[in-house]
């Protein structure tokens, strides 16, 4: 699908994942993949759980000291496919956007397509995908902290040394398959993160037709804020992955309670710098807009109100018209906005 013949459809959904998705129908009109994400997820964990019954290790598996094992099997991965259902779409009508409305110039275009068409193919790479998938067995094995997440049941090292050495079916179907695979979806979220942080540095490159009045307060690029917001379920995702983490490593006796305190706000500035930070990328070019505009708009202004005071205050009013229903005095109003939408203009796309 494009926007026109030269512009490609902005999308980093793609890879081998998706296209088996497809295959099975549990991916819908190309980007819909929430059915994919609870039959990867709630799969894994439906067999782990038949296993652990069969073998009479349910009261173990079900134990507290494992919560972040069935959070992240049920709840989080699924999450990762809502979010990538919900930021899909928005990220290709921001795309769309801002060509339409001329934010990027015509001349700018043939270059923007480009890097569309260079991030297309990167998101669906199956060379990628298949490091990627490779880095989620090899590094936890070869490179210890590269490939580290948090919790007792998140580790290759930490599983097998709670199991003291036992690697029963259960242990296995844990270690070499639902393990690997809440990683490899993790890693794979994190390079489409880097596509699109990449994305917008490079848009940010570009010569943008920035407009200081728009009404969204940020020179025409308001939507972009209505992309970032659809991380929300990535970030919930994240959020119940320490939780479950915290409350692991509490039943354990590894933390104590107290330490949520030191842990939670640092987790939150950290989400806070990853979703938000990319997002400063503009904030040059905007305060560069806003210098520029408040200068173009106040000279306007000073011009109206000139003219304005000359005809209604002093009296020089050649033709007689009278104030009451005149069009100048919500003429003056209007302009009096417009100048307040540029004075507070933002230097994001962040809003509280």
């Known amino acids: 699908m494009t ?14 994942l998706h296209y088996l998705g497809r295959r099975l129908h549990l991916v819908r009109d190309g980007a819909h993949t929430i059915r994919l994400g609870l039959a990867l ?12 019954l069969m073998r009479g290790a349910e009261h173990r598996l079900f134990s507290l000291e494992l919560s972040a094992l069935h959070a992240r099997l049920l709840v989080v991965i699924p999450l990762f496919f809502v979010c990538e259902t919900w930021v899909a779409p928005a990220m290709a009508e921001f795309v769309r956007n801002i060509i339409r409305s001329g934010l990027v110039p015509e001349d700018e275009v043939p270059a923007l397509a480009a890097e569309i068409r260079r991030i297309n193919r990167l998101a669906d790479s199956r060379l990628v995908e298949g ?12 490179l210890g902290m590269i490939g580290y997440l948090p919790g007792r ?29 809440f990683r490899f979806l993790l890693f794979r979220w994190v390079w489409r993160l880097g596509l699109w942080w990449w994305f917008l540095w490079r848009l940010k490159g570009h010569k943008l037709h920035l407009l200081p009045a728009h009404s969204d307060g940020v020179a025409g690029l308001g939507f972009l804020e209505v ?11 994240l959020s119940v992955f320490y939780s479950a983490t915290f409350a692991e490593d509490i039943a354990a006796g590894v933390m104590q309670f107290e330490a949520v305190y030191n842990y939670a706000p ?48 002093q009296g020089e009013n050649p033709d007689g018209e009278a104030e009451l229903g005149s ?11 417009s100048v307040d939408v540029v004075r507070n203009l933002r230097v994001a796309p962040i809003s509280r």
Request: charged share 10%; net charge neutral; with cysteine.
């Open 227 to 237: 992309v970032h917001e659809q991380f929300l379920p990535f970030i919930f995702g």
């Open 266 to 313: 640092l987790i939150f500035i950290a989400a806070t710098i990853v979703f938000c930070g990319p997002l400063f990328l503009f904030s040059a070019k905007l305060w560069s807009a806003r210098v520029h505009g408040w200068s173009a708009y106040m000279d306007m202004a000073s011009r109206y109100v000139n003219a304005f005071d000359r005809k209604w205050v």
């Open 153 to 181: 049941s998140a580790n290759f090292s930490s599983v097998l040394a709670e199991s003291g050495g036992k690697f029963g079916p259960v242990m296995a179907w844990y270690l070499i398959f639902c393990l690997p695979l």
């Open 131 to 142: 490091v990627i998938l490779l880095a989620s067995f090899i590094l936890p094995l070869l």
């Open 3 to 16: 926007i026109n013949k030269t512009i490609p459809e902005f999308s980093l959904l793609g890879g081998p």
């Open 327 to 337: 069009a100048d005095l919500q003429s003056l109003a209007d302009l009096t906005n």
């Open 41 to 52: 997820g709630w799969l894994a964990w439906g067999v782990l759980a038949l296993l652990a």
